[in-house]
T-cell receptor, first 115, second 108 residues
Framework: EAGVVQSPRYKIIEKKQPVAFWCNPISGHNTLYWYLQNLGQGPELLIRYENEEAVDDSQLPKDRFSAERLKGVDSTLKIQPAELGDSAVYLC?????????????FGPGTRLLVL | GQNIDQPTEMTATEGAIVQINCTYQTSGFNGLFWYQQHAGEAPTFLSY????GLEEKGRFSSFLSRSKGYSYLLLKELQMKDSASYLCAVREGYKLSFGAGTTVTVRA
């Protein structure tokens, strides 16, 4: 069974440029998460989707970050414009959905460097 | 909100045992997870505790005391491949909050 797929794996951009990340969750997983992980820190939740609905986006900086999951499967996370402080790893995770105890499975992440 | 504390670094010898402690403060609790993360890779699930006690899974065991807000991950018979960061994560409702991780270095 394929795991969570993310692309690109690495991205280098100049500040003020836009950037987008893509995630394909594990087949059959209804819940999708985007996390940000800074060096030496644990992942921090940006947004959680239940199918195509964003049910928790309280930690998403909405002035520059946006996300979508139009058909309830793949998702994209966008930053426009990017700032130096956005350099981090962006992790996507998925879970079956609906159960409090369920495990989240993570993708390999996109490592973003803003110059 | 939650405060999740775990040591920054630990070093141990191959074949030894290491215990990684995690303390947390939360207004709601729906379970505690441990993840392993090798450098540059995705966090991978190790264990889940929701009730007090010890859960054993091969060389890894995880313990939880809800009244004390305390958990530990025990790694036995350490191997070089166990060198990684170990993340403690607490679930409150549907939200998972992570500690900063403990970097374990296994020396020959």
């Amino acid at each position: 069974e394929a795991g969570v797929v993310q692309s690109p794996r690495y991205k280098i951009i100049e500040k003020k440029q836009p950037v987008a990340f893509w995630c394909n969750p594990i087949s059959g997983h209804n819940t999708l998460y985007w996390y940000l992980q800074n060096l030496g820190q644990g992942p921090e939740l940006l947004i959680r989707y239940e199918n195509e609905e964003a049910v928790d986006d309280s930690q998403l900086p909405k002035d520059r970050f946006s996300a979508e999951r139009l058909k309830g499967v793949d998702s994209t996370l966008k930053i426009q414009p990017a700032e130096l402080g956005d350099s981090a790893v962006y992790l996507c995770a998925s879970s079956l959905g609906g159960q409090l105890q369920e495990t989240q499975y993570f993708g390999p992440g996109t490592r973003l460097l803003v110059l | 909100g939650q405060n999740i504390d775990q040591p920054t670094e630990m070093t141990a010898t191959e074949g030894a045992i290491v215990q990684i402690n995690c303390t947390y403060q939360t207004s709601g609790f729906n379970g505690l997870f441990w993840y392993q993360q090798h450098a540059g890779e995705a966090p991978t699930f190790l264990s889940y505790n929701v009730l007090d006690g010890l859960e054993e899974k091969g060389r890894f065991s995880s313990f939880l005391s809800r009244s004390k807000g305390y958990s530990y991950l025990l790694l036995k018979e350490l191997q070089m491949k166990d060198s990684a960061s170990y993340l403690c994560a607490v679930r409150e409702g549907y939200k998972l909050s992570f500690g900063a991780g403990t970097t374990v270095t296994v020396r020959a």
